[in-house]
T-cell receptor
Framework: NAGVTQTPKFQVLKTGQSMTLQCAQD?????MYWYRQDPGMGLRLIYY???????DKGEVPNGYNVSRLNKREFSLRLESAAPSQTSVYFC???????????????FGPGTRLTVT | RKEVEQDPGPFNVPEGATVAFNCTYSNSASQSFFWYRQDCRKEPKLLMSVYSSGNEDGRFTAQLNRASQYISLLIRDSKLSDSATYLCVVSNQAGTALIFGKGTTLSVSS
């Protein structure tokens, strides 16, 4: 029972490089999310997808793009990485949008990204 | 006022102690409330949802005061395994996302 999986677990990039963080869930959830967590800042929402085919900006979307490839997969792309994007990135999913209906969010194990 | 505020701690307590965490939120339109637990270098996991009537799950009791926009978590008979960061979580005004507090760190010692 995998739940939410993320790849890679760790990544080091140089400034200006691009990369895509992958996320997949096997719980048949409709909604998926990308967060970043920085020391002293808590979890901040980057983008979310309420359902397959839709994506919306969260609190800190600048410098990122997302793709909801299908119901299972939601990827996060950094086109030109910057040191300010050094963070731990978490993907999450829920049955429906968590905010309105109290649905639990299930998180992946995270990707630790360092941009030098 | 920040959207979700928590005392960062750390709270250092001995095994068997009772400890309480508090949280305030700024958006009176929020509809969903939770406590999540996050172990060091791990992902957050739901501890419990919080309801207006208050709810209990074993040694854990959560309370919500909508008028004061205040949420609490009480842990009784603390165990070593309770050591973690506890995140207060509230839905945003649009009901489309969750807003996470920065967390309160608990350390239980023997």
């Amino acid at each position: 029972n995998a739940g939410v999986t993320q790849t890679p677990k760790f990544q080091v990039l140089k400034t200006g490089q691009s990369m895509t963080l992958q996320c997949a869930q096997d719980m048949n959830h409709n909604s998926m999310y990308w967060y970043r967590q920085d020391p002293g800042m808590g979890l901040r929402l980057i983008y979310y997808s309420a359902s397959e085919g839709t994506t919306d900006k969260g609190e800190v979307p600048n410098g990122y793009n997302v793709s909801r490839l299908n119901k299972r997969e939601f990827s996060l792309r950094l086109e030109s990485a910057a040191p300010s994007q050094t963070s731990v990135y978490f993907c999450a999913s829920s049955v429906g949008l968590a905010g309105g209906s109290g649905y639990e969010q299930y998180f992946g194990p995270g990707t630790r990204l360092t941009v030098t | 006022r920040k959207e979700v505020e928590q005392d960062p701690g750390p709270f250092n307590v001995p095994e068997g102690a009772t400890v309480a965490f508090n949280c305030t939120y700024s958006n009176s339109a929020s509809q969903s409330f939770f406590w999540y637990r996050q172990d060091c270098r791990k992902e957050p996991k739901l501890l419990m949802s919080v309801y207006s009537s208050g709810n209990e799950d074993g040694r854990f009791t959560a309370q919500l005061n909508r008028a004061s926009q205040y949420i609490s978590l009480l842990i009784r008979d603390s165990k070593l395994s309770d050591s973690a960061t506890y995140l207060c979580v509230v839905s945003n005004q649009a009901g489309t996302a969750l807003i996470f507090g920065k967390g309160t760190t608990l350390s239980v010692s023997s």
